[in-house]
């Protein structure tokens, strides 16, 4: 397991600190992941309990589905994370961009979702356990059975 991490937006302004880390990122794919962050969205999951703000007033959430918010810095737009909404087991759990992190410390990438739906022009090299969009959807319509929370279903 990671010791805790702490993280920031570009400007400095909102900031934060993650106890109990988990050491496990996830690549989301999707053309939602893709268009809000530029790029790749790689998140870490933080149970709603393990993550303190500071400069929180300077965050600007966006619903971006029935089921979650985005969130990013009013000042230099920088995004700082996807949270669940939709009520069920995820309730408040946060994917804090990975970008936002001071230090990776011993994190991992190993889990990517929807690469049904990454360009063919890129892949990443890690081992991951890779999903596609029906087994992303198979997993959410599980989601009241996963008994550790951790969003992969087991
Ligand atoms: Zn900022
Ligand atoms: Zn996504």
Not at 55 to 61: C, E, K, P, R, Y
Not at 83 to 89: C, D, E, H, K, Y
């Amino acid at each position: 397991m990671a010791s805790n991490l702490s993280g920031k937006c570009l400007c400095g302004t909102v900031s934060y600190k993650i106890h109990r880390p988990k050491s496990r990122l996830g690549a989301c794919h999707c053309t939602m992941c893709r268009r809000w962050s530029g790029g790749v969205f790689i998140g870490l999951q933080v149970a709603p309990d393990d993550i303190e703000f500071k400069g929180a007033d300077n965050l600007q959430t966006f619903t971006s589905s029935d089921w979650a918010e985005r969130a990013f810095c009013k000042t230099c737009g920088a995004n700082m994370y996807y949270r669940v909404t939709a009520p069920g087991s995820h309730q408040g759990t946060y994917h804090m961009g990975s970008g936002t992190l001071d230090a990776h410390g011993d994190l991992m990438l190993t889990e990517e979702l929807f690469v049904d739906l990454k360009p063919d022009g890129y892949s990443f090299a890690e081992d991951t356990h890779a999903l596609n969009t029906q087994q992303v959807e198979a997993m959410f319509a599980d989601a009241g059975a996963d008994s550790d929370g951790d969003g992969d279903g087991d």
